[in-house]
């Protein structure tokens, strides 16, 4: 998606600021400021007379673990596929290696954080989920934000009405703070966790959409420098 001088701006103020905020988070986590918060929120969405059992009817704990699933690696990574498949079809090969860049990419700053970070799970009460990595920060929110941001943009691209393309990223952000309410509501990770998931993955989706769109400017102009030569040099 082409931005404008002042939109990319734009885009770029939101990735400086969702990273400062992050940063601000990952220090109340650090210093346990926010031990709290996240002890007060994860209690509040569970039973009151059994803790070990999540809050609400029988069938919102399914429907919990049936919405956290969207962000796993395996339903991720099918869509970062079959988008990219799409885009090779399509033959638009610099978002094809735009979007592998940015979900790569976003899947190693999300396993170089949580190895760095080493915060423990939630011990407060029991898993809804299974778990295998460190909890800071959550790398469903992340993901779910960088490969919906990344897919949903390209999505947009194609749609030429305005309204249309608000809701289809109105609908990906909306996916993806579901996924990350589901985390928190499963037990598996601290509210904080997924706030910094959302706000490091927000990041790292505007960074490469700045980026992308530089890289395909500076590719536009280089075929239409060759365009013009090649009819400046045409005998006829």
């Given amino acids: 998606m082409r931005f404008g001088t002042g939109r990319l701006l734009v885009v770029a103020a939101v990735a400086a600021g969702f ?3 992050f ?52 339903v991720l990574g099918l869509i970062t596929l079959l988008a990219f498949g799409a885009l090779l079809v399509m033959r638009r090969w610099m978002a094809a290696l735009s979007l592998l860049l940015a ?20 011990d407060l009460v029991p898993h809804g989920d299974a778990v295998l990595s460190a909890s800071f920060p959550s790398g469903h929110a992340m993901l779910s934000m960088v490969v919906g941001l990344a897919v949903g943009a390209l999505l ?33 990770h601290w509210p904080t966790d997924v706030l910094a998931g ?26 239409t420098v060759a365009a013009s030569r090649s009819v400046a040099g045409d005998p006829a």
């Avoid at 609908?171 to 928190?184: D, N």
């Fill in 103 to 122: 979900v790569g990419g976003g899947t190693a700053v999300s396993s170089t954080l949580k190895a760095l970070i080493g915060r423990a799970r939630p």
């Fill in 19 to 21: 990273s400062l905020a």
């Fill in 198 to 223: 959302w706000l490091v993955g927000g990041a790292w989706a505007a960074l490469c959409w700045c980026v992308a769109d530089e890289r395909i400017a500076l590719v536009g102009r280089h075929k």
């Fill in 23 to 74: 940063l601000g988070v990952m220090a109340l986590v650090l210093t346990g400021a926010a031990a709290g918060f996240d002890r007060a929120v994860l209690l509040a969405l569970r039973d009151p007379l059994d803790p070990d059992q999540p809050g609400g009817p029988w069938w919102l704990a399914r429907m919990a673990r049936d919405l956290t699933a969207l962000g796993s690696v395996t």
């Fill in 156 to 188: 947009a691209h194609e749609v030429a009405d305005r309204r249309l393309r608000v809701y289809v990223m109105a609908v990906v952000l909306g996916l993806s703070l579901t996924i990350g309410v589901s985390r928190v509501y499963l037990g598996v």
